[in-house]
Protein backbone atom coordinates (compact mmCIF):
# COMPACT_ATOMS: atom_id res chain seq x y z
CA UNK A 1 0.00 0.00 0.00
CA UNK A 2 1.47 3.39 -1.04
CA UNK A 3 2.29 5.25 2.08
CA UNK A 4 1.33 9.16 2.29
CA UNK A 5 4.22 11.63 2.15
CA UNK A 6 4.62 13.38 5.88
CA UNK A 7 6.56 16.81 5.94
CA UNK A 8 7.28 18.89 9.26
CA UNK A 9 5.82 22.01 9.03
CA UNK A 10 3.27 21.20 6.94
CA UNK A 11 2.41 18.50 9.65
CA UNK A 12 -0.20 18.33 11.44
CA UNK A 13 -3.56 17.49 9.59
CA UNK A 14 -5.09 19.95 11.73
CA UNK A 15 -4.68 17.90 14.70
CA UNK A 16 -3.00 19.82 17.88
CA UNK A 17 0.13 20.34 18.87
CA UNK A 18 1.12 17.62 22.28
CA UNK A 19 3.52 17.66 24.72
CA UNK A 20 4.36 13.76 26.11
CA UNK A 21 6.98 14.47 28.69
CA UNK A 22 9.45 11.38 29.79
CA UNK A 23 12.96 10.56 31.23
CA UNK A 24 15.66 11.32 28.72
CA UNK A 25 17.99 8.67 28.24
CA UNK A 26 20.08 9.54 25.33
CA UNK A 27 20.83 12.99 23.78
CA UNK A 28 19.55 14.51 20.13
CA UNK A 29 16.85 15.43 18.99
CA UNK A 30 14.91 14.43 16.14
CA UNK A 31 12.15 14.94 13.34
CA UNK A 32 9.78 12.59 11.10
CA UNK A 33 6.29 10.77 11.83
CA UNK A 34 5.99 7.89 14.31
CA UNK A 35 5.23 4.19 14.00
CA UNK A 36 3.49 2.87 17.01
CA UNK A 37 3.91 -0.21 18.77
CA UNK A 38 2.10 -1.01 21.42
CA UNK A 39 2.35 -4.44 23.58
CA UNK A 40 3.74 -6.51 20.48
CA UNK A 41 1.57 -4.46 17.90
CA UNK A 42 1.60 -1.71 15.71
CA UNK A 43 -0.91 0.95 15.48
CA UNK A 44 -2.80 1.07 11.92
CA UNK A 45 -2.89 3.84 10.35
CA UNK A 46 -6.49 5.79 10.96
CA UNK A 47 -8.56 7.13 7.78
CA UNK A 48 -12.44 8.61 7.69
CA UNK A 49 -14.53 6.28 5.69
CA UNK A 50 -17.73 6.94 4.19
CA UNK A 51 -19.22 3.15 3.69
CA UNK A 52 -20.28 1.83 7.15
CA UNK A 53 -21.08 -1.46 5.56
CA UNK A 54 -18.21 -1.93 3.98
CA UNK A 55 -15.84 -1.94 6.30
CA UNK A 56 -17.98 -3.32 8.98
CA UNK A 57 -17.32 -6.34 6.36
CA UNK A 58 -13.44 -5.93 6.28
CA UNK A 59 -13.52 -6.31 10.14
CA UNK A 60 -15.57 -9.55 9.48
CA UNK A 61 -13.27 -10.65 7.15
CA UNK A 62 -10.30 -9.95 9.35
CA UNK A 63 -12.14 -12.37 12.09
CA UNK A 64 -12.71 -15.09 9.87
CA UNK A 65 -9.03 -15.27 8.51
CA UNK A 66 -8.11 -15.00 11.95
CA UNK A 67 -10.63 -18.11 13.36
CA UNK A 68 -9.35 -20.19 10.42
CA UNK A 69 -5.62 -19.34 11.13
CA UNK A 70 -6.28 -20.13 14.84
CA UNK A 71 -8.41 -23.80 13.96
CA UNK A 72 -5.30 -24.69 12.16
CA UNK A 73 -2.35 -23.86 14.83
CA UNK A 74 -4.77 -25.79 17.29
CA UNK A 75 -4.63 -28.99 15.14
CA UNK A 76 -0.89 -28.33 14.45
CA UNK A 77 -0.28 -28.23 18.28
CA UNK A 78 -2.68 -31.03 19.04
CA UNK A 79 -1.02 -33.70 16.88
CA UNK A 80 2.39 -33.03 17.85
CA UNK A 81 1.71 -32.85 21.73
CA UNK A 82 -1.61 -33.45 22.67
CA UNK A 83 -4.41 -31.40 23.63
CA UNK A 84 -2.86 -29.39 26.37
CA UNK A 85 -0.88 -27.33 23.91
CA UNK A 86 -3.54 -26.97 21.32
CA UNK A 87 -6.22 -25.03 24.72
CA UNK A 88 -3.85 -21.92 24.35
CA UNK A 89 -5.57 -21.60 20.23
CA UNK A 90 -9.04 -22.22 22.06
CA UNK A 91 -8.20 -19.70 24.35
CA UNK A 92 -7.57 -17.36 21.61
CA UNK A 93 -10.28 -18.35 19.59
CA UNK A 94 -12.89 -17.34 22.39
CA UNK A 95 -11.42 -13.76 22.78
CA UNK A 96 -12.59 -13.11 19.12
CA UNK A 97 -16.11 -14.28 20.45
CA UNK A 98 -16.11 -11.84 23.01
CA UNK A 99 -18.99 -9.17 22.67
CA UNK A 100 -16.59 -6.41 23.04
CA UNK A 101 -15.19 -7.86 20.31
CA UNK A 102 -18.37 -8.87 17.99
CA UNK A 103 -20.05 -5.72 18.94
CA UNK A 104 -18.06 -3.20 20.17
CA UNK A 105 -15.92 -2.97 17.01
CA UNK A 106 -18.94 -2.61 14.34
CA UNK A 107 -20.78 -0.04 16.86
CA UNK A 108 -17.16 1.72 17.13
CA UNK A 109 -17.00 1.74 13.24
CA UNK A 110 -20.77 3.35 13.27
CA UNK A 111 -19.53 5.91 15.90
CA UNK A 112 -16.14 6.90 14.76
CA UNK A 113 -16.67 6.66 11.16
CA UNK A 114 -12.97 5.42 11.21
CA UNK A 115 -11.72 2.63 8.92
CA UNK A 116 -12.03 -1.04 10.80
CA UNK A 117 -8.68 -1.82 11.53
CA UNK A 118 -8.11 1.44 13.54
CA UNK A 119 -11.42 0.96 15.23
CA UNK A 120 -10.22 -2.89 16.54
CA UNK A 121 -7.20 -1.58 17.40
CA UNK A 122 -8.75 1.52 19.14
CA UNK A 123 -11.38 -0.75 21.29
CA UNK A 124 -9.13 -3.24 22.05
CA UNK A 125 -6.39 -1.40 23.39
CA UNK A 126 -8.70 0.61 25.79
CA UNK A 127 -10.01 -2.96 26.62
CA UNK A 128 -6.31 -3.80 27.79
CA UNK A 129 -5.48 -1.32 29.55
CA UNK A 130 -8.62 -1.59 31.66
CA UNK A 131 -7.28 -5.20 32.39
CA UNK A 132 -3.70 -4.34 33.21
CA UNK A 133 -4.78 -2.08 36.04
CA UNK A 134 -7.10 -5.41 37.65
CA UNK A 135 -4.40 -6.49 40.43
CA UNK A 136 -5.39 -10.36 39.87
CA UNK A 137 -2.29 -11.63 38.09
CA UNK A 138 -4.48 -13.67 36.30
CA UNK A 139 -6.25 -11.55 34.51
CA UNK A 140 -3.26 -9.67 33.69
CA UNK A 141 -1.46 -12.44 32.42
CA UNK A 142 -3.97 -13.22 30.32
CA UNK A 143 -3.44 -9.72 27.91
CA UNK A 144 -0.81 -11.12 26.73
CA UNK A 145 -2.84 -13.95 24.88
CA UNK A 146 -5.20 -10.94 23.54
CA UNK A 147 -2.35 -8.73 22.67
CA UNK A 148 -1.35 -11.87 20.40
CA UNK A 149 -4.38 -12.29 19.17
CA UNK A 150 -4.90 -8.29 18.40
CA UNK A 151 -1.76 -8.92 16.50
CA UNK A 152 -3.15 -11.32 14.29
CA UNK A 153 -5.85 -10.06 13.45
CA UNK A 154 -4.97 -6.59 12.84
CA UNK A 155 -2.57 -8.42 10.04
CA UNK A 156 -5.35 -10.18 8.28
CA UNK A 157 -6.76 -6.81 7.70
CA UNK A 158 -4.38 -6.89 4.66
CA UNK A 159 -5.46 -9.72 2.51
CA UNK A 160 -2.52 -9.56 0.49
CA UNK A 161 0.01 -10.62 3.39
CA UNK A 162 -1.18 -13.61 5.66
CA UNK A 163 2.54 -13.38 7.43
CA UNK A 164 3.09 -13.95 11.09
CA UNK A 165 5.69 -10.98 11.65
CA UNK A 166 4.31 -7.36 11.94
CA UNK A 167 5.66 -5.07 9.01
CA UNK A 168 8.25 -2.82 10.40
CA UNK A 169 7.73 0.56 8.47
CA UNK A 170 9.91 1.50 5.18
CA UNK A 171 10.79 4.60 5.80
CA UNK A 172 12.43 6.83 8.49
CA UNK A 173 10.60 7.22 11.44
CA UNK A 174 10.62 7.94 15.14
CA UNK A 175 9.44 4.82 17.26
CA UNK A 176 6.69 4.34 19.75
CA UNK A 177 6.83 1.48 21.78
CA UNK A 178 5.00 0.54 24.97
CA UNK A 179 8.31 -0.82 25.48
CA UNK A 180 11.74 -2.73 23.58
CA UNK A 181 13.60 -5.13 25.18
CA UNK A 182 17.36 -4.54 24.73
CA UNK A 183 17.84 -7.04 22.05
CA UNK A 184 14.98 -5.19 20.01
CA UNK A 185 17.15 -2.12 20.62
CA UNK A 186 20.12 -3.67 18.87
CA UNK A 187 18.45 -5.24 16.34
CA UNK A 188 17.06 -1.75 15.30
CA UNK A 189 17.78 -0.55 11.51
CA UNK A 190 19.85 2.66 12.04
CA UNK A 191 18.98 3.86 8.58
CA UNK A 192 15.07 4.34 9.44
CA UNK A 193 14.78 4.58 12.89
CA UNK A 194 15.23 8.28 13.66
CA UNK A 195 14.88 7.84 17.76
CA UNK A 196 12.62 5.57 20.18
CA UNK A 197 10.29 6.98 22.76
CA UNK A 198 9.06 4.17 25.19
CA UNK A 199 6.11 4.25 28.14
CA UNK A 200 8.41 1.98 30.38
CA UNK A 201 11.92 2.11 30.62
CA UNK A 202 14.35 3.55 32.92
CA UNK A 203 17.65 5.45 32.74
CA UNK A 204 19.97 2.52 34.06
CA UNK A 205 17.71 -0.37 31.66
CA UNK A 206 19.79 -1.75 29.43
CA UNK A 207 17.74 -0.78 26.64
CA UNK A 208 18.50 3.14 27.39
CA UNK A 209 22.32 2.22 27.45
CA UNK A 210 22.55 0.86 24.10
CA UNK A 211 20.77 3.40 23.03
CA UNK A 212 23.62 5.67 24.71
CA UNK A 213 25.91 3.39 23.36
CA UNK A 214 24.53 3.68 19.54
CA UNK A 215 23.92 7.07 19.70
CA UNK A 216 20.14 6.38 18.99
CA UNK A 217 18.24 9.71 20.73
CA UNK A 218 15.32 8.47 23.00
CA UNK A 219 12.77 8.86 26.23
CA UNK A 220 11.40 6.36 28.54
CA UNK A 221 8.61 6.76 30.86
CA UNK A 222 6.41 8.34 28.58
CA UNK A 223 2.44 7.97 29.66
CA UNK A 224 -0.06 7.52 27.04
CA UNK A 225 1.82 8.15 24.27
CA UNK A 226 1.25 5.08 22.55
CA UNK A 227 -2.61 4.77 22.97
CA UNK A 228 -2.60 8.73 21.83
CA UNK A 229 -0.56 8.76 18.97
CA UNK A 230 -1.79 8.14 15.55
CA UNK A 231 0.51 6.27 13.09
CA UNK A 232 2.48 8.61 10.97
CA UNK A 233 1.32 11.53 13.60
CA UNK A 234 4.40 14.07 12.46
CA UNK A 235 6.55 14.29 15.59
CA UNK A 236 9.99 15.84 17.50
CA UNK A 237 11.80 13.32 19.66
CA UNK A 238 13.79 16.11 22.15
CA UNK A 239 16.32 13.38 23.92
CA UNK A 240 17.72 16.35 26.22
CA UNK A 241 14.89 17.48 27.82
CA UNK A 242 12.95 14.04 27.44
CA UNK A 243 9.96 15.29 25.26
CA UNK A 244 8.02 14.16 21.99
CA UNK A 245 6.21 16.15 20.17
CA UNK A 246 3.23 14.71 18.39
CA UNK A 247 1.92 17.57 15.21
CA UNK A 248 4.28 20.21 16.47
CA UNK A 249 3.31 23.91 15.28
CA UNK A 250 5.43 25.83 12.68
CA UNK A 251 6.95 27.85 15.33
CA UNK A 252 8.24 24.79 17.63
CA UNK A 253 9.72 23.39 14.44
CA UNK A 254 11.63 26.09 13.96
CA UNK A 255 12.58 26.53 17.87
CA UNK A 256 14.18 22.85 17.27
CA UNK A 257 15.83 23.21 14.22
CA UNK A 258 17.47 26.24 15.63
CA UNK A 259 18.14 23.68 19.30
CA UNK A 260 19.39 20.78 17.03
CA UNK A 261 22.06 23.27 15.43
CA UNK A 262 23.37 25.10 18.99
CA UNK A 263 24.21 21.56 19.88
CA UNK A 264 25.69 20.29 16.88
CA UNK A 265 28.32 23.22 16.99
CA UNK A 266 28.48 22.31 20.56
CA UNK A 267 29.41 18.80 19.27
CA UNK A 268 31.98 19.98 17.03
CA UNK A 269 33.74 21.90 19.29
CA UNK A 270 34.17 19.14 21.94
CA UNK A 271 35.18 16.52 19.11
CA UNK A 272 38.46 19.10 18.84
CA UNK A 273 39.29 17.86 22.46
CA UNK A 274 39.94 14.05 20.68
CA UNK A 275 43.74 13.67 21.15
CA UNK A 276 43.79 15.35 24.21
CA UNK A 277 43.94 13.60 27.75
CA UNK A 278 41.49 13.78 30.52
CA UNK A 279 44.02 16.04 32.93
CA UNK A 280 42.45 18.44 35.69
CA UNK A 281 43.71 21.97 36.12
CA UNK A 282 46.16 20.61 38.69
CA UNK A 283 47.30 17.53 36.17
CA UNK A 284 45.98 14.64 37.83
CA UNK A 285 44.93 11.73 34.94
CA UNK A 286 41.81 10.20 34.62
CA UNK A 287 41.86 7.40 32.52
CA UNK A 288 39.11 8.13 30.32
CA UNK A 289 37.63 4.88 28.23
CA UNK A 290 34.21 3.62 26.38
CA UNK A 291 31.98 1.00 27.20
CA UNK A 292 30.60 -0.77 24.45
CA UNK A 293 28.30 -3.68 23.54
CA UNK A 294 29.22 -4.48 19.87
CA UNK A 295 32.18 -4.46 17.80
CA UNK A 296 30.63 -1.90 15.22
CA UNK A 297 30.51 0.75 18.17
CA UNK A 298 34.64 0.90 17.75
CA UNK A 299 34.04 3.53 14.72
CA UNK A 300 32.59 5.81 17.71
CA UNK A 301 34.83 4.77 20.20
CA UNK A 302 38.01 5.92 17.48
CA UNK A 303 36.01 9.21 17.03
CA UNK A 304 35.44 9.85 20.47
CA UNK A 305 38.84 10.16 21.42
CA UNK A 306 38.58 7.11 24.17
CA UNK A 307 41.13 5.98 26.09
CA UNK A 308 40.35 2.31 25.00
CA UNK A 309 37.73 0.13 25.74
CA UNK A 310 36.97 0.22 29.67
CA UNK A 311 33.55 -2.17 29.54
CA UNK A 312 33.06 -4.66 26.57
CA UNK A 313 29.67 -5.92 27.78
CA UNK A 314 30.55 -9.79 25.83
CA UNK A 315 26.97 -11.10 26.75
CA UNK A 316 25.49 -8.85 24.31
CA UNK A 317 26.61 -11.34 22.03
CA UNK A 318 24.17 -14.05 22.87
CA UNK A 319 21.89 -11.42 21.06
CA UNK A 320 23.18 -12.14 17.49
CA UNK A 321 23.00 -15.82 18.11
CA UNK A 322 21.06 -18.52 19.43
CA UNK A 323 23.80 -20.00 21.47
CA UNK A 324 26.87 -18.93 23.34
CA UNK A 325 29.45 -18.79 20.03
CA UNK A 326 32.19 -21.28 20.60
CA UNK A 327 35.93 -20.26 21.91
CA UNK A 328 37.09 -20.29 18.08
CA UNK A 329 33.95 -17.11 17.34
CA UNK A 330 35.09 -15.66 20.59
CA UNK A 331 38.78 -15.57 20.25
CA UNK A 332 38.20 -14.39 16.54
CA UNK A 333 35.81 -11.57 17.67
CA UNK A 334 37.99 -10.23 20.65
CA UNK A 335 41.35 -10.60 18.75
CA UNK A 336 39.62 -8.20 16.32
CA UNK A 337 38.28 -5.77 18.65
CA UNK A 338 42.06 -6.18 20.70
CA UNK A 339 43.74 -5.49 17.39
CA UNK A 340 41.36 -2.33 16.55
CA UNK A 341 41.81 -0.65 20.18
CA UNK A 342 45.86 -1.22 20.63
CA UNK A 343 48.09 -0.29 21.61
CA UNK A 344 44.83 0.88 24.13
CA UNK A 345 43.72 -1.41 26.36
CA UNK A 346 40.16 -3.33 25.75
CA UNK A 347 38.83 -5.39 28.86
CA UNK A 348 36.17 -8.11 28.91
CA UNK A 349 33.59 -8.30 31.39
CA UNK A 350 33.01 -11.95 30.86
CA UNK A 351 29.60 -13.38 30.56
CA UNK A 352 26.70 -11.04 32.53
CA UNK A 353 23.32 -12.63 30.76
CA UNK A 354 20.32 -12.09 33.40
CA UNK A 355 18.37 -9.38 34.85
CA UNK A 356 17.13 -7.49 32.22
CA UNK A 357 19.48 -8.63 29.48
CA UNK A 358 19.60 -11.45 26.81
CA UNK A 359 17.47 -14.47 27.38
CA UNK A 360 19.33 -17.44 25.23
CA UNK A 361 20.10 -20.94 25.62
CA UNK A 362 20.75 -22.04 28.10
CA UNK A 363 19.89 -19.17 30.10
CA UNK A 364 16.44 -18.88 28.86
CA UNK A 365 14.82 -20.54 32.33
CA UNK A 366 12.56 -17.78 33.49
CA UNK A 367 13.73 -16.69 37.37
CA UNK A 368 11.60 -14.80 39.75
CA UNK A 369 14.03 -12.34 41.05
CA UNK A 370 16.14 -12.35 37.79
CA UNK A 371 18.28 -9.86 39.21
CA UNK A 372 18.72 -11.42 42.17
CA UNK A 373 19.21 -14.81 40.43
CA UNK A 374 21.38 -16.41 38.08
CA UNK A 375 23.18 -14.13 36.70
CA UNK A 376 27.23 -13.03 36.22
CA UNK A 377 29.60 -14.82 38.12
CA UNK A 378 27.19 -17.36 39.42
CA UNK A 379 26.50 -18.29 35.88
CA UNK A 380 29.60 -18.74 34.71
CA UNK A 381 31.25 -20.98 38.06
CA UNK A 382 28.35 -22.93 37.67
CA UNK A 383 28.70 -23.73 33.79
CA UNK A 384 32.31 -23.72 33.87
CA UNK A 385 32.20 -25.10 30.66
CA UNK A 386 30.87 -22.19 28.79
CA UNK A 387 33.10 -19.69 31.38
CA UNK A 388 36.49 -21.39 30.37
CA UNK A 389 35.57 -21.26 26.82
CA UNK A 390 35.14 -17.84 27.26
CA UNK A 391 38.16 -17.81 29.28
CA UNK A 392 40.08 -19.20 26.83
CA UNK A 393 38.91 -17.02 23.99
CA UNK A 394 40.05 -13.97 25.76
CA UNK A 395 43.52 -15.27 26.76
CA UNK A 396 43.93 -15.66 22.97
CA UNK A 397 43.11 -12.07 21.86
CA UNK A 398 45.56 -11.29 24.70
CA UNK A 399 48.24 -11.92 21.63
CA UNK A 400 46.71 -9.49 18.85
CA UNK A 401 46.46 -6.11 21.55
CA UNK A 402 46.60 -5.26 25.35
CA UNK A 403 43.54 -7.29 27.01
CA UNK A 404 42.11 -7.28 30.59
CA UNK A 405 38.87 -8.78 31.20
CA UNK A 406 36.99 -8.70 34.73
CA UNK A 407 34.16 -10.93 36.36
CA UNK A 408 30.60 -9.19 36.67
CA UNK A 409 28.41 -9.53 40.18
CA UNK A 410 31.69 -10.79 42.45
CA UNK A 411 29.32 -10.89 46.13
CA UNK A 412 32.74 -12.14 47.77
CA UNK A 413 36.40 -12.78 47.51
CA UNK A 414 35.84 -16.42 46.90
CA UNK A 415 34.25 -16.14 44.22
CA UNK A 416 37.18 -14.29 42.79
CA UNK A 417 39.45 -16.88 44.01
CA UNK A 418 37.35 -19.48 41.83
CA UNK A 419 37.35 -17.95 38.60
CA UNK A 420 41.18 -16.76 38.92
CA UNK A 421 41.80 -20.57 39.54
CA UNK A 422 39.58 -21.13 36.43
CA UNK A 423 41.76 -18.47 34.15
CA UNK A 424 44.83 -20.53 35.94
CA UNK A 425 43.68 -24.05 34.43
CA UNK A 426 42.78 -22.09 31.11
CA UNK A 427 45.92 -21.01 30.64
CA UNK A 428 47.77 -24.44 31.23
CA UNK A 429 45.39 -25.76 28.74
CA UNK A 430 46.20 -23.64 25.75
CA UNK A 431 50.02 -23.53 26.60
CA UNK A 432 49.27 -27.63 26.19
CA UNK A 433 47.40 -26.91 22.94
CA UNK A 434 50.37 -24.63 21.90
CA UNK A 435 48.08 -22.26 20.83
CA UNK A 436 49.18 -18.53 20.69
CA UNK A 437 47.99 -16.39 24.19
CA UNK A 438 49.08 -14.10 26.76
CA UNK A 439 49.51 -14.72 30.26
CA UNK A 440 49.94 -10.84 31.09
CA UNK A 441 46.53 -9.74 31.36
CA UNK A 442 44.89 -7.30 33.96
CA UNK A 443 42.34 -9.37 36.16
CA UNK A 444 39.72 -7.16 37.69
CA UNK A 445 36.56 -8.02 39.87
CA UNK A 446 33.09 -5.71 38.99
CA UNK A 447 32.29 -4.19 42.49
CA UNK A 448 28.51 -3.70 42.29
CA UNK A 449 27.27 -5.91 45.02
CA UNK A 450 27.35 -4.05 48.39
CA UNK A 451 28.64 -7.14 50.44
CA UNK A 452 31.70 -6.85 47.75
CA UNK A 453 32.05 -3.10 48.28
CA UNK A 454 32.23 -3.85 51.96
CA UNK A 455 35.04 -6.29 52.08
CA UNK A 456 36.78 -4.30 48.92
CA UNK A 457 40.27 -4.42 50.74
CA UNK A 458 40.17 -8.31 50.78
CA UNK A 459 39.00 -8.47 46.77
CA UNK A 460 41.73 -5.96 45.67
CA UNK A 461 44.40 -8.36 47.41
CA UNK A 462 43.10 -10.59 44.80
CA UNK A 463 42.96 -8.63 41.57
CA UNK A 464 44.75 -6.06 39.15
CA UNK A 465 41.99 -3.46 39.35
CA UNK A 466 38.31 -2.51 40.69
CA UNK A 467 35.94 -1.48 38.42
CA UNK A 468 32.50 -0.51 39.99
CA UNK A 469 28.88 -0.86 38.08
CA UNK A 470 27.02 1.77 39.72
CA UNK A 471 24.18 0.34 37.86
CA UNK A 472 23.78 -2.34 40.16
CA UNK A 473 25.35 -1.43 42.73
CA UNK A 474 23.03 1.82 43.43
CA UNK A 475 20.27 -0.99 42.72
CA UNK A 476 21.16 -3.64 45.45
CA UNK A 477 22.11 -0.78 47.91
CA UNK A 478 18.88 1.09 47.80
CA UNK A 479 16.63 -1.74 46.52
CA UNK A 480 15.27 0.00 43.71
CA UNK A 481 14.56 -2.23 40.32
CA UNK A 482 16.58 -0.37 37.99
CA UNK A 483 14.21 -1.08 35.34
CA UNK A 484 11.26 -0.35 37.08
CA UNK A 485 9.49 2.92 36.48
CA UNK A 486 7.74 3.01 39.01
CA UNK A 487 10.62 3.40 41.52
CA UNK A 488 12.80 5.48 39.30
CA UNK A 489 12.34 8.38 41.52
CA UNK A 490 14.33 6.49 44.48
CA UNK A 491 16.84 4.90 42.62
CA UNK A 492 19.05 7.68 44.12
CA UNK A 493 22.90 7.36 42.98
CA UNK A 494 24.00 10.35 45.20
CA UNK A 495 22.22 8.51 47.91
CA UNK A 496 24.87 8.84 51.04
CA UNK A 497 24.70 4.99 51.43
CA UNK A 498 26.16 4.64 47.53
CA UNK A 499 29.16 7.78 48.50
CA UNK A 500 30.31 6.16 51.05
CA UNK A 501 30.46 2.32 49.53
CA UNK A 502 32.22 3.63 47.00
CA UNK A 503 34.66 5.41 49.06
CA UNK A 504 35.29 2.00 51.26
CA UNK A 505 36.44 0.85 47.60
CA UNK A 506 38.74 3.11 46.69
CA UNK A 507 40.16 3.02 50.24
CA UNK A 508 40.38 -0.97 49.72
CA UNK A 509 42.17 -0.54 46.24
CA UNK A 510 44.87 1.75 47.54
CA UNK A 511 45.63 -0.45 50.34
CA UNK A 512 46.75 -2.64 47.57
CA UNK A 513 47.55 -0.40 45.61
CA UNK A 514 45.93 -0.93 42.38
CA UNK A 515 43.57 1.42 40.37
CA UNK A 516 39.58 1.80 40.75
CA UNK A 517 37.29 2.97 37.96
CA UNK A 518 33.38 3.30 37.40
CA UNK A 519 31.72 1.88 34.08
CA UNK A 520 27.82 2.05 35.59
CA UNK A 521 26.03 5.33 34.27
CA UNK A 522 27.52 7.11 37.09
CA UNK A 523 30.86 7.46 35.58
CA UNK A 524 29.00 9.78 33.28
CA UNK A 525 27.10 12.63 35.35
CA UNK A 526 28.78 15.75 34.95
CA UNK A 527 26.76 16.52 37.94
CA UNK A 528 28.54 13.78 40.41
CA UNK A 529 31.64 13.87 37.92
CA UNK A 530 33.50 16.65 41.13
CA UNK A 531 32.64 13.92 43.44
CA UNK A 532 34.20 10.71 41.77
CA UNK A 533 37.07 12.55 40.67
CA UNK A 534 37.48 13.67 44.93
CA UNK A 535 36.77 10.26 45.66
CA UNK A 536 40.26 9.16 44.18
CA UNK A 537 38.43 7.45 41.20
CA UNK A 538 41.24 6.73 38.86
CA UNK A 539 39.27 5.88 35.97
CA UNK A 540 36.05 6.54 34.12
CA UNK A 541 34.66 3.96 31.52
CA UNK A 542 31.28 5.79 29.65
CA UNK A 543 29.25 5.10 26.51
CA UNK A 544 31.39 6.45 23.50
CA UNK A 545 29.41 9.18 22.41
CA UNK A 546 29.69 10.42 26.06
CA UNK A 547 33.55 10.82 26.23
CA UNK A 548 33.92 14.22 24.48
CA UNK A 549 32.05 16.00 27.51
CA UNK A 550 33.12 14.06 30.20
CA UNK A 551 36.68 14.98 29.23
CA UNK A 552 35.97 18.28 28.90
CA UNK A 553 34.23 18.19 31.97
CA UNK A 554 37.93 16.98 34.17
CA UNK A 555 39.91 19.28 32.34
CA UNK A 556 38.21 22.07 33.92
CA UNK A 557 38.52 20.18 37.38
CA UNK A 558 41.02 20.96 40.25
CA UNK A 559 41.70 18.02 42.22
CA UNK A 560 41.85 19.77 45.16
CA UNK A 561 38.71 21.14 45.36
CA UNK A 562 36.87 18.20 44.23
CA UNK A 563 38.56 16.15 47.09
CA UNK A 564 36.85 19.22 49.64
CA UNK A 565 33.84 18.24 47.89
CA UNK A 566 34.34 14.91 48.46
CA UNK A 567 34.93 15.66 52.39
CA UNK A 568 31.77 17.04 52.39
CA UNK A 569 29.91 14.62 51.04
CA UNK A 570 30.98 12.11 52.92
CA UNK A 571 29.66 13.77 55.54
CA UNK A 572 25.85 14.84 54.86
CA UNK A 573 23.12 12.86 55.51
CA UNK A 574 20.77 13.01 52.67
CA UNK A 575 21.09 12.66 49.40
CA UNK A 576 19.37 15.92 48.43
CA UNK A 577 22.67 17.64 50.35
CA UNK A 578 25.14 16.09 47.91
CA UNK A 579 23.40 16.60 45.35
CA UNK A 580 23.20 20.19 46.39
CA UNK A 581 27.09 20.43 46.76
CA UNK A 582 27.62 18.84 43.39
CA UNK A 583 25.44 20.66 41.23
CA UNK A 584 27.30 23.97 43.34
CA UNK A 585 30.73 22.96 41.90
CA UNK A 586 29.37 21.21 38.52
CA UNK A 587 27.41 24.15 37.96
CA UNK A 588 30.21 26.98 38.53
CA UNK A 589 33.34 24.91 37.11
CA UNK A 590 31.46 24.20 33.90
CA UNK A 591 27.75 25.86 33.16
CA UNK A 592 27.86 25.46 29.38
CA UNK A 593 28.64 21.37 29.64
CA UNK A 594 25.84 21.24 32.20
CA UNK A 595 23.05 22.79 29.95
CA UNK A 596 24.28 20.59 26.92
CA UNK A 597 23.91 17.40 28.65
CA UNK A 598 20.58 18.54 29.89
CA UNK A 599 19.64 19.95 26.66
CA UNK A 600 18.91 23.59 28.67
CA UNK A 601 16.64 22.03 31.45
CA UNK A 602 18.33 22.97 34.60
CA UNK A 603 18.05 19.05 36.14
CA UNK A 604 20.76 17.25 34.87
CA UNK A 605 19.25 14.41 32.82
CA UNK A 606 21.76 11.30 33.04
CA UNK A 607 21.89 10.48 36.94
CA UNK A 608 18.67 9.24 38.54
CA UNK A 609 18.29 12.15 40.60
CA UNK A 610 15.36 12.47 42.53
CA UNK A 611 12.77 15.45 42.65
C1 LIG B 1 26.78 -1.74 36.20
O1 LIG B 1 26.05 -2.51 36.84
O2 LIG B 1 27.02 -0.56 36.56
C2 LIG B 1 27.42 -2.19 34.96
C3 LIG B 1 28.31 -1.45 34.35
O3 LIG B 1 27.00 -3.37 34.43
P1 LIG B 1 25.59 -3.56 33.67
O4 LIG B 1 24.99 -2.20 33.48
O5 LIG B 1 25.87 -4.24 32.38
O6 LIG B 1 24.83 -4.41 34.62
MG1 LIG C 1 26.08 -4.61 36.34
Not at 88 to 104: K, N, R, S, W
Not at 134 to 152: A, G, H, K, Y
Request: hydrophobic share 40%.
Amino acid sequence: MPRPVVRLGSMGGGRKEMVYVGTPVSRGIVFGPVHVVARGFSAPEVYPIANVTRETERFGDALRRTRRQLEGLREHMESLSGNEEGRIFEAHMLVLEDPIVLTGVPKAIEERRQNAEYCFYAVMQNQLESMRRIPDPFLRDRTTDIDDVCQRVLRNFDTEHEQNTPEEPDHQHILVAYDLSPSATAAMDRRQVLGFATEQGSITSHTAILARSLGIPAVVGLRNAVFNLHALDPCILDGYEGKLISNPTPETVSKYRELEEEHQQRRAELDKLRDLGAVTTDERTITLSANIEFEHELDLVDRSGAEGVGLFRTEFFLLESEECPDEEEQAALYSRVAERVAPSEVIFRTLDAGGDKVPGEPLSEPEPNPFLGWRGIRFSLDRQDLFKEQLRAILRAGAAGRVGLMFPLISGVGEVRQAKSLLAECMEELSARGVEFTRDIAVGAMIEVPSAAMVAADIAAEVDFLSIGTNDLVQYTVAVDRVNPRVAKLYRSAHPGIIRLIKTVIDGASQHRIWTGVCGEMAGDLTLLPLLVGLGVDELSVGAPLVPLVKQAVRLLDSGECAELARQCLQAGETKQILQLCSEVATTVYPELIKEESGGASAPSFAAHPS
